[in-house]
């Protein structure tokens, strides 16, 4: 007689799952959420979606500027032309002359675009966080000094046009202050200086309001304990206010990147039309609008919307821009990803092998 105990188990493991905790976009929420931001969206689909829409159309038509063999007139109208309006960038160059040497007019307002954003960005981001440290510290008329910096943010851009082409006359102050007979309003590389030192004026205070917020959220105990720990106040300034500020800091870039890849009304009120030196993609656009050249300008429009599209993917992927600001969401995201990760690796692991246990012996 034998006398013994088998068990047997079998079976796949199933997945790792966490207990999630209720939060706002999964406690019956967002649907309440989207039903309250759809009259925005609304609008938004119809001042940025539709334009959009009617651009893209008309892209690809080109109004007749030709001859009719048969008829010996123009045709009115319109006529699908494809992608015709962009590959004659290449194919029809319109050349002409400025800092950059002698180019294609869409080539050379690409790089006049692309400078003013370097240099304007770089000069108004040193010059922000400068004035949000002088913000931000206790003295004497401080409420004074900040209304005074953001002035010229608020005053508007055409205006602010006009007065600093006023000062960089010909006989303007700016000449009679360096003593010299510059033409700073021709179409030369001091147009450029022009309209970057009248850009940095007006919107580096804007960089400054924004990075001033995010330093009235760092507790001046973090200060005090660097302090303590022997930390200068470059090493304070690099290892602590930088790192900290660096969501509304990076905010404000992003937003001031954008505006300035789109300049139109600086240079076209400060130096005018026709200056290759100062054209932007913008300006462009606008003067082939103007001469009824609809399917070139919004190829143009849409060739600038793209680039504008791709600066602003590089700056959330690269610089970790955090455009909505939404901590839920974050938190909600980072769970998902973590879930997902979870049941991965679970699934990696496969099923247990069958395994049987057997104990006693056998007796006669």
Known sequence: MSQGVATTLAGNTPPITEKRKKNLLSDGQGSLAALLIS????????????????????????K??????????????????????????????????GVWGSMDRLVNSFWNV??????????????????????????RGKGFVRAAILIPWAIPTIASARMWGLIFDSNGVMNV????????????AYSQWAVIIADVWKTAPFIGLLTLAGLQTIPADVYEAARVDGANAWQQFIRITLPMVKPALVVAVLFRTLDTMRMFDLPWGMIGPGKYSVETISMFAYVENNALRYGSAAAYSLLLFA??????????????????????????????????????????????????ITSGEAQA
């Open 177 to 188: 202050i360096l003593n010299q007979k510059i033409l700073w309003l021709a179409d030369n």
């Open 64 to 97: 007749a500027t030709t001859v009719d063999p048969v008829t010996g007139m123009i045709p009115e109208g319109e006529s699908f032309v494809g992608l015709a309006n962009f590959t004659d960038i290449f194919a029809n160059p319109q050349t002409v002359t």
């Open 39 to 62: 009259p925005t969206m609304l609008v938004i689909l119809f001042v940025v979606g539709i334009p959009i829409l009617l651009s893209l159309r008309e892209s690809v038509f080109r």
């Open 114 to 139: 692309t400078f003013f954003t370097i240099v304007c960005v770089g000069l108004e981001t040193i010059l922000g966080v400068a004035m949000a440290l002088i913000m931000a510290r206790a003295f």
């Open 307 to 356: 680039y504008i599209v791709i600066v602003a993917f590089l700056f959330v992927r690269l610089l970790g821009a955090d455009v909505i600001g939404d901590d839920e969401s974050r938190a909600v995201s980072a769970q998902r990803k973590k879930q997902k990760e979870l049941n991965k690796a679970a699934r990696r692991s496969g099923p247990l092998a069958k395994t049987s």
